[in-house]
């Protein structure tokens, strides 16, 4: 690595500490202004909080990994018309922001929605549902995408060797998803207990997460010794989590078979057949229903107003400069190829978006809460949260790359803006469009960062829609929310489409 | 015996017309160039394609939606014929019962070829602890224990050594004279085919030829087909 890209990763590494110092130093002096950890409130119920954020995240894991586990099986072994638009229909939940899959689901499950009596919407039960109904198709998709990488002749030999259908999952499937269901397990866990729009729109005062209780404890009632208690305990969790999934992916990697599964031989008892299907069907049902609803009602409510234009403009120029500063920090992160590096893009994850944007909140408090503050903030909380998976698209391109061309360019004597315009990015063309357009995308439908740094002269088009559901608008928010959701989807497919093909040889 | 008549295979971008006859004990190697239809050949044999139209027999009997279970066929491939989680005895007890339960006498059974093979000393270590022309080994004791007529090897031998090779291939001669199996070998190699087969199946242009002696193949003149894909080599 030459001296241009040691200075590049040390400035990204000292912004990244720097934003994560600015967090949380406010904080601490003001613990120590207040006598040390005096000022720590562990009262019970912050236990009891952090029990809830457990126990929510704990179940929507379970109702969304066996599940997802059943559903993935049945798709890996039944070839039919339609197979691939279910794959695709199970791609759209993970491209939708909260609040718009929040509104989907009430359309169904809402007190006016046909189901609306069956279980009440706002608590435990609409949080896991609202969590299920993200995280099960995610899962149905990456045990599918593991089942596929499965080796052919693996279920070849199983059909040569008469295996029954038990015998194929305990010898066939089971050696590839072991190694995935922990890791899966592990993710759904960390999303669900650091969920925030989710919960603060459809818990309560009994159903509060540590990130929504942090939230509460600071903006609402101010109470920092309560919010620091609950921000310690979420830090923690939080690396824990973070430190486990990360174990568990480098313990179970091994290197891809080099023929994939083509052709399916098991499963074809009636039975089989029966339950397999009637699988594939329950998921659909579970996940198009709230989609259609929404499409159908926001359709009749696209009105162009100057307030959607105006959410529109905020959350572009948001989004565009999100994605510019995850892009720099993402790409000096994964050039380094350092632990250090790597781990420090998981900031966002581990210390908490809310105790980060509260010690920012309170820095700022002195500069008279102007807009470009607020947009800049909110700008660099959402390019952090997005950091880990530009990282995780560029890390492994960077890896081929390094080994392939380094030492090409060090021998022709190439480095700087002559590397960079004639090798680099050409070459990472595909991979920088890609996690531009996720990090856009994760901005666009951001609603934490907004939450908890927004003013009233700052509007997105999330927050819009959550300020026109308060007002009991509920018509205008389908429309905005079917906007919301239009361009996330068309750019999540762009994107997705631009990583199938990044490879760079 | 094996039996294909007015067979026909199709694919978006590939076709293949088959007509074979081969004998009970024969062994034949196919040779042709990459992307010929070596594999599709074997996989057609062994049940995992299917023919679009014509006939295939195996042993008198027509294999017309029969499963590849259910055929007198036990096929190794290049690569993955052994499952990495269990051990080197399990994976050879596979070939007598997915289940596992092995009576005493087929337990026996395992253990005897196992020694066949020379992988007495290994039966009890996984798949990761031994190596690559091992765990060929392990694959051709579970075709011992299988006992079907017909051995199908799709390029199982070509990771390995050169004197792994020649080893691995004067064992399945061996036990192709002990058990009297018929052996289709898919190679990359005219010298191994040369070396342990009696007969040549050869594959361009979307057509399966009719067996030959090796002899004739390698000596044959004016086949513009055998001698692009031969080159220099004879």
């Known amino acids: 690595m030459n001296s241009s890209q040691d200075f590049g990763k040390v400035a990204a590494q000292i912004f990244i500490l720097g934003c994560i110092m600015l967090g949380l130093g406010p904080l601490a002096l003001f613990v120590l202004s207040r006598g040390a950890l005096g000022a720590l409130q562990f009262d019970s119920s912050v236990w009891d909080v952090l029990w809830f954020t457990l126990k929510q995240a704990s179940l929507s894991t379970v109702l969304s990994v066996i599940p997802g586990l059943l559903i993935a099986r049945a798709l890996a072994r039944r070839d039919f018309a339609g197979h691939a638009w279910v794959l695709r229909l199970f791609a759209i939940p993970t491209a939708l922001p909260a609040i718009v899959v929040i509104l989907a689901l009430a359309q169904i499950f809402g007190t006016k929605g046909p189901l609306g009596g069956v279980f009440s919407f706002y608590g435990l039960g609409g949080i896991l549902l609202a969590h299920v109904f ?148 329950a998921g659909v049902l579970f996940v198009a229903p709230p989609l259609l609803a929404l499409l159908v009602a926001g359709i009749w409510q696209l009105e162009p107003s100057a307030q959607l234009f105006s959410a529109l403009t905020f959350s572009f120029g948001i989004g565009a400069g999100s994605a510019v500063l995850a892009l720099v920090l993402g790409w000096k992160i994964a050039q380094s190829h350092e632990i250090l590096s790597q781990n420090l893009s998981l900031a966002a994850l581990i210390v908490p978006p809310a105790v980060m944007a509260t010690g920012w909140f309170i820095l700022l408090q002195g500069t008279g809460d102007t807009a470009p503050v607020v947009l800049l903030t909110i700008i660099v909380l959402n390019s952090l949260m997005a950091l880990p998976f530009v990282v995780a698209i560029f890390a492994p391109v960077f890896d081929r790359h390094l080994l392939w061309h380094d030492k090409l360019c060090q021998q022709l004597g190439m480095n700087g803006w002559q590397r960079l315009t004639k090798i680099d990015l050409p070459l990472m063309r595909r991979p920088l469009l890609q996690a531009g357009l996720l990090a856009f995308v994760l901005s666009l439908g951001d609603l934490t960062a907004i939450t908890l740094l927004g003013n009233q002269g700052v509007v997105t088009l999330p927050s819009l829609i959550q300020s026109q559901m308060g007002h009991y608008r509920g018509e205008a928010a389908q429309g905005s929310a079917l906007v919301l959701a239009i361009i996330s989807l068309g750019l999540s497919a762009f994107a997705q489409k631009l990583g199938r093909g990044h490879v760079i040889d | 015996m094996l039996l294909i008549e007015n067979g026909q295979f199709n694919r978006r971008h590939f076709s293949l017309a088959i007509d074979l006859h081969v004998k009970p004990d024969c062994f034949c190697a196919v040779l042709g160039g990459s992307g010929s239809g070596k594999s599709t050949l074997l996989s057609i044999i062994a049940g995992f394609e299917t023919l679009g139209s014509g006939t295939l027999h195996l042993d008198g009997a027509d294999m017309q939606g029969v499963a590849p279970s259910a055929r007198p066929v036990s096929m190794i491939f290049q690569d993955h014929n052994v499952f990495a989680h269990l051990n080197v005895h399990d994976n050879v007890a596979l070939g007598i019962s997915p289940s596992l339960r092995l009576t005493e006498e087929e337990d026996a059974t395992v253990c005897e070829a196992l020694a066949r093979v020379g992988l007495s000393h290994h039966m009890l270590r996984m798949p990761g602890a031994i190596s690559g022309g091992e765990r060929q080994r392990v694959a051709v004791a579970r075709v011992l224990v299988r006992k079907r007529k017909i051995l199908l090897l799709d390029e199982p031998f070509a990771a390995l050594d050169p004197g792994l090779r020649h080893e691995m291939l004067d064992l399945i001669k061996d036990l192709r004279r002990e058990n009297g199996l018929m052996v289709i070998l898919v190679t990359h190699q005219p010298d191994e085919a040369q070396r342990a087969a009696d007969h040549i199946i050869f594959l361009a242009n979307g057509l399966v030829r009719e067996p030959v002696s090796v002899e004739t193949f390698f000596q044959m003149q004016g086949d513009k087909a055998i001698e692009t894909y031969l080159g220099k080599w004879r």
Not at chain 1, 153 to 181: G, I, K, Y
Not at chain 1, 214 to 241: E, K, M, N, P
């Open chain 1, 134 to 281: 993200f995280n099960l198709p995610l899962a149905v998709r990456l045990f599918y995408e593991a089942s596929e990488n499965t080796a052919a002749e693996n279920f070849r030999l199983a059909a040569q060797l008469s295996f029954s259908d038990w015998a194929v999952f305990r010898h066939v499937e089971w050696p590839v998803l072991r190694n995935v269901v922990p890791r899966v397990s592990a993710l759904i866990f960390l999303l669900c207990a650091a969920s925030f729009v989710i919960v603060l729109t459809l818990g309560g005062p009994e159903a509060t997460t540590l990130e929504v209780a942090i939230y509460q404890s600071l903006r609402l009632d101010f109470d920092v010794g309560r919010a620091l208690a609950l921000g310690f305990l979420q830090i923690g969790l939080c690396f824990i989590l973070v430190a486990l999934s990360g174990q568990v992916m480098l313990k179970n990697f091994t290197p891809p078979p080099q023929h994939l599964v083509q052709k399916r031989f098991d499963g074809n008892h009636p039975l089989a057949r029966l339950r397999d299907c009637g699988l594939i069907a």
